[in-house]
T-cell receptor, first 111, second 113 residues
């Protein structure tokens, strides 16, 4: 599975959009980009995933560059409750299993 | 409500004792997983199971054992052979391993004294 690189931490003002970047320059053609988040001392929560098209759901939007080497998770109107560690993961939806959760980005939403 | 439960939330054990962490899901998911998380770090895969009566080692299986006798249950035993057992343990499940949308339990924080 491809490796991802994320900034260690980011700040965002409450009510503003939070844009979290992820680099995955070695991504393969059959690998999806997944995003999870983990609020302190809780289990991670699935947010969104995509292959090459941009995706949007009730929580966030995922923008994947045309060459698929990077992506951005967008929280359109960040709230204090969005303060968490955000993990970007790439993996193929094929048999066998190993998902690598790196250290992620710690997002601080400030009032 | 459907979901994954882990119990207990906090667990204390003396060094040298085996301890079993519970994980139950009522989502009718085939696949279940165990992860370990150390402070300030990401998750590392211990074991996973794609189907009842089958399980595979993850990246850090040494010192751990699992069983999958029922679809709903995937208990993890931390044995005395695990050198640094104090950690936050997370259980997850998914419809299958072909789908990486995993649902996580609340976790068990194990402290070995």
């Amino acid at each position: 599975d491809a490796k991802t690189t994320q900034p260690t931490s980011m700040d965002c003002a409450e009510g503003r959009a939070a844009n979290l970047p992820c680099n995955h320059s070695t991504i393969s053609g059959n690998e999806y980009v997944y995003w999870y988040r983990q609020i302190h001392s809780q289990g991670p929560q699935y947010i969104i995933h995509g292959l090459k098209n941009n995706e949007t759901n009730e929580m966030a939007s995922l923008i994947i560059t045309e060459d698929r080497k990077s992506s951005t998770l967008i929280l359109p109107h960040a709230t204090l409750r969005d303060t968490a560690v955000y993990y970007c993961i790439v993996r193929a939806n094929t048999g066998g299993f190993k998902t690598i959760f790196g250290a992620g980005t710690r997002l601080f939403v400030k009032a | 409500d459907g979901g994954i439960t882990q119990s207990p939330k906090y667990l204390f054990r003396k060094e040298g004792q085996n301890v079993t962490l519970s994980c139950e899901q009522n989502l009718n998911h085939d696949a279940m997983y165990w992860y370990r998380q150390d402070p300030g770090q990401g998750l590392r895969l211990i074991y996973y199971s794609q189907i009842v009566n089958d399980f595979q080692k993850g990246d850090i299986a040494e010192g751990y054992s699992v069983s999958r006798e029922k679809k709903e249950s995937f208990p993890l035993t931390v044995t005395s052979a695990q050198k640094n057992p104090t950690a936050f343990y997370l259980c997850a499940s998914s419809i299958g391993t072909l789908n990486n949308e995993q649902f996580f339990g609340p976790g068990t924080r194990l402290t070995v004294l």
